[in-house]
């Protein structure tokens, strides 16, 4: 077969094999940037956990230190307590 034969009819295909490559590429990049932004979603969440407790924390310190609370209260502080340890639960510790 001549090589002007041969390449008529290969080149659609190898046409075709760079596209593919080219859209492989992409989608590798699509995936790295959207492991990326998930990255830094999972950071920002871990920084609001951490700022939150460190609120609800320091809450509790100062009712603690007003005393006389109503049992409302101490129910309110008490299950405030609970969500925020479910939720500290779910967002693992950094490492040392």
Do not use: F, Y
Request: net charge negative.
């Amino acid at each position: 077969m001549s090589k002007l034969i041969r390449g008529w009819l290969l080149q659609p295909v190898v046409d075709q094999l760079h596209q593919l490559q080219r859209t492989v590429v992409m989608n590798q990049q699509e995936l790295l940037d959207r492991l990326n932004a998930a990255d830094t979603a999972i950071v920002k969440i871990g920084a609001e956990t951490t700022a939150l407790l460190q609120a609800i924390a320091n809450m509790q310190a100062a009712i603690d230190a007003a005393g006389n609370t109503t049992p409302e209260v101490d129910a309110a502080l008490a299950a405030l307590l609970a969500h925020a340890q479910a939720v500290d639960e779910l967002v693992p510790d950094a490492a040392p």
